[in-house]
């Protein structure tokens, strides 16, 4: 259904394109880098993983909002997206049991956005220019002004954003006769992937981004754990710190997305800043270890260097992206330590990677027959 009688509003990337559209969710300005979601459903766990924090969201579906949003469905408390970018926006929904529309649900959480716009064009120019700074506004119709607002938004590159979603303080989440411990270090933990642990009758203390080593060993774990979140793993100091001092523990480490690239790179490996990234329900992933491959759920703007992987002495390369050969896995030599790109904890329609979480639990049965 397309939109009637809204307020106009402008999207302006960094090379000086410009689109014309109607404004949705909360009118305003902001900016931020933009990228592009291929999945077809699942728009509110896009909107509201951490991972997506300092970006502006295009989805390539055309058509979105038709069902709706449901607050079980969240990653996180809120959206953490600077923007979003619709081509053909749904004010109705017809989901059994929805919240609200997504508009309202925009509207409530401070959102803008920008509709009835040529997606296809916009995403085609993002592939072949590759990932930049954009601004939306619904009160801004000046070029040169809303240029000058562009210029404020930072740069991805070397920007840390990881202590911008963490938790403030620790909490637990926990079934009942839980048989395991397992510290999180919330980089921007995904509300699915503590769900995934819980149901396998893990204990998560979740712990804020910053907190050292010292206090998550106190809690005397079975396990360790590194979230996805947002930024450049690079900018991480203090994270890479902790997985050094944790590699020198026996005890089992798992990192997803950024956890693994920070995981990475406390190995000696390195990250660079991608063309466009990651990021949809489709990518295939090969499982160098048992030869299968899987369908996967990715979103990352940051990559692991393949090449420092395969020339190191302590990482063995577990799992590649069949779209560009780029690393979606690896493990720690003579550790129980292993970590993927992609996220084993959505559903892309198949689950074919949650057996990562059983792995896991796998070594922690083992470490604690030791």
């Known amino acids: 259904m397309k939109i009637q009688e809204k307020k106009k509003a402008y999207l302006l990337l960094e090379d000086g394109q410009w689109f014309e559209g109607i404004s949705i969710g909360s009118e305003g300005t902001s900016g931020g880098e933009i990228c592009f979601n291929t999945g077809m459903t699942g728009y509110q766990e896009i909107y509201t993983d951490p991972s997506y924090f300092g970006q502006i969201v295009v989805n390539t579906n ?14 996180s408390d809120s959206p953490k997206i600077k923007g979003l970018v619709i081509n053909d926006f749904s004010e109705m929904h017809s989901r059994f049991g929805a919240d609200s529309s997504l508009d309202d649900y925009l509207k409530k959480h401070k959102i803008v956005g920008i509709a009835d716009l040529d997606t296809r064009k916009l995403v085609k120019s993002i592939r072949s220019q590759g990932a930049m700074n954009a601004i939306i506004s619904s009160e801004i119709s000046e070029v040169e002004k809303l240029k000058n607002e562009l210029g404020l938004v930072p740069n991805m590159d070397h920007l840390e954003l990881a202590t911008k979603v963490t938790t403030k303080k620790p909490y637990v989440l926990a079934t009942q006769n839980a048989k395991y411990k397992v510290a999180v270090l919330d980089i921007g933990v995904k509300k699915s992937i503590l769900t995934n642990f819980t149901s396998r009758g893990c ?17 005397n774990p079975d396990g360790y754990f590194l979230s996805n ?13 902790t997985v050094k001092q944790i590699m020198k523990e026996d005890t089992p480490l798992f990192g997803i997305c950024l956890g693994h690239q920070v995981i990475a790179l406390a190995n000696g490996a390195t990250t660079f800043k991608m063309h466009h990234g990651h990021r949809g ?29 395969e020339q190191s002495e302590t990482l063995e390369l577990t799992h590649i992206n069949l779209n560009d050969n780029t690393v979606a896995g690896i493990r720690i030599k003579g550790k129980p330590a292993f970590s993927v790109q992609h996220h084993p904890e959505a559903s892309p329609g198949p689950h074919d990677s949650r057996y990562l979480f059983d792995d896991f639990i796998q070594l922690i049965n083992k470490h604690k027959k030791k």
């Open 281 to 309: 329900l489709n990518h295939p992933v090969k499982n160098l270890v048992t030869g299968l491959s899987e369908v996967t759920s990715q979103n990352h703007g940051f990559a692991v260097d393949r090449d420092s992987v």
């Open 229 to 241: 979140g947002p930024g450049d793993p690079s900018e991480m100091g203090y994270a890479i710190e």
């Open 62 to 75: 055309s058509h979105i909002g038709n069902y709706g949003t449901l607050d079980a469905d969240q990653e």
């Open 203 to 219: 204990e998560c203390k979740v712990f804020p981004a910053e907190t050292p080593f010292e206090e998550l060993k106190a809690y």
